[in-house]
């Protein structure tokens, strides 16, 4: 019954900061205006991410001051630093979105965020599992710079999906609820518990960026304060799900191998690789904005930016739920690397020759439209 308490209080507090920061973000222009690239229709407010953290962070504080004694002093003391860290990532993307940083910069925090995960907090990417069935393969002195690029990885593969309405939402409950699942099944309730609570502040965003019950003059956008927040919260639950050494678990084992963090954000992770790859072979920078991600592509085949909310949704939970599967049935660490490695090379041909896919799409769909229009034509003359 507790649960579904803090559900509540979520909730209510993710929804009443967008209530409360609307004006404000107005006020300081921290929105986010049409251009070339934005196709919106006026100034929207860039305050998601700051609904989906304080949400959290009402909830937790909450949590702790109705149960102290549940909570383990060295947990404690991981989570407020997650805290502390996660605001700091907020900020970030906040000045980002406000002033539009510079690349260097953003590298520069989320590398000083992923440290203060490491060395104030202890989570880091000690084991890769037995990925080569020749045991466990133990990082050494190389687990720091192996963290941190994880941790930049993820940040910026959520902060790339952020391109069209629900998008950032959609996958990233896809990811919690995966993760979710595999916290309880390896009996770290907490931890479960937390990912849903994920689910509930994401909840608020995306009634107002969907306008599911409000209008249009209330829309709102998550903003990299956002889509930052969420890849930093995601890359530190995967570090402490799959390091036996972290900390938070309350079983004797980590709750699920280092190889199946790559299924629970497998869509992300792919496109973001993808597409840096493809401005690598260009000779641009890997980091320079463009519109070649997967939602560009399906929407500039034919498909409604809904339609394409909706069918990389459910790419996204399907292959993540790959991971639990794998997990339940114990599906060896190589075997689970070599699929992912496979399936990524297939999506990363399949960009590379996606115009022709498209071409062939849109002919088939040009072909059905017609077939469509000489059948009502023959029933008309009957």
């Known amino acids: 019954m507790f649960i579904v308490f803090f559900v509540i209080i979520a909730f209510i507090s993710s929804f009443s900061v967008i209530i409360l920061l609307r004006p404000l973000a107005v006020k300081i222009d921290l929105v986010d205006k049409p251009s070339d690239r934005k196709a919106h229709i006026g100034a929207v407010p860039l305050i998601g991410g700051f609904s989906v953290y304080i949400g959290l962070l009402v909830t937790s504080v909450l949590l702790f001051m109705l149960f102290p004694t549940h909570f383990e002093q060295p947990i404690a003391e991981q989570f407020i630093t997650y805290l502390w860290a996660s605001l700091l990532m907020v900020i970030t993307g906040a000045l980002d979105d406000h002033s539009d940083l510079s690349v260097r910069s953003r590298i520069v925090m989320q590398v000083l965020i992923a440290s203060i995960m490491m060395f104030m907090a202890g989570d880091v990417i000690f084991s890769l599992g037995n990925l080569l069935s020749l045991g466990e393969l133990s990082l050494g002195y190389f687990a720091y710079p192996f963290t941190v690029i994880a941790v930049l990885g993820a940040i910026n593969a959520y ?34 518990i937390f990912c849903l609570l994920c689910v509930t502040v994401l ?166 439209r017609l077939a469509k229009r000489k059948k009502i034509f023959r029933l008309r003359l009957k």
């Open 159 to 192: 902060n790339m999906m952020d391109g069209i309405d629900g998008l950032i939402g959609g996958i990233s409950i896809s990811t919690f609820i995966t993760l979710s699942i595999l916290f309880f099944l390896s009996g770290d309730t907490d931890e479960a």
């Open 203 to 368: 909840t608020p965003y995306l009634i107002h960026n969907l306008q599911l019950i409000v209008s249009q003059d209330k829309k709102i956008f998550m903003g990299d304060a956002g889509s930052m927040f969420i890849g930093f919260t995601i890359v530190w639950l995967l570090v402490i799900g799959s390091q036996p050494s972290s900390l938070y678990l309350t079983s004797e084992k980590c709750a699920f191998c280092p190889v199946v963090a790559l299924w629970v954000i497998a869509l992300p992770l792919m496109d973001m690789a993808a597409i840096m790859l493809r401005r690598i072979k260009r000779g641009e920078s890997p980091f320079k904005a463009d519109r070649d991600h997967l939602h560009h592509i399906f929407m500039r085949v034919g498909f409604s930016s809904r339609k394409t909310l909706l069918i990389i949704t459910l790419l996204s939970l399907i292959l993540s739920l790959v991971g639990v599967v794998t997990t339940i049935y114990a599906v060896p660490d190589w075997m689970q690397l070599t699929a992912f490695l496979i399936l990524f090379f297939i999506y990363k041909k399949a960009l590379d020759h996606v115009w022709k896919l498209a071409s062939a799409y849109r002919k088939a769909q040009a072909y059905k």
